[in-house]
């Protein structure tokens, strides 16, 4: 859209963003996957240039006794 067009790049990325994929290359080109196939996380972005991440695999022990 136009207006979408006319914002910003700091405007287009403010937000929160969900993980999809987390791959990682190292300097040889050998590709790992640090939190699996599948991680969850989330980006948090604001206008000031702060942000918020968190990355896990999906797959970890609950360690709290009141969450099923």
Avoid: C
Wanted: glycine share 8%; aromatic share 6%; hydrophobic share 30%.
């Amino acid at each position: 859209s136009v207006a979408l067009s006319q914002q910003s790049f700091k405007q287009k990325i403010t937000g929160a963003w969900i993980l999809v994929s987390n791959d990682n290359t190292a300097p040889d080109g050998t590709k790992r996957q640090l939190f699996g196939p599948n991680p969850q996380g989330i980006l948090v972005l604001d206008a000031s240039g702060h942000y918020a991440q968190t990355q896990m695999r999906p797959d970890r022990p609950n360690t709290n006794p009141h969450i099923e």
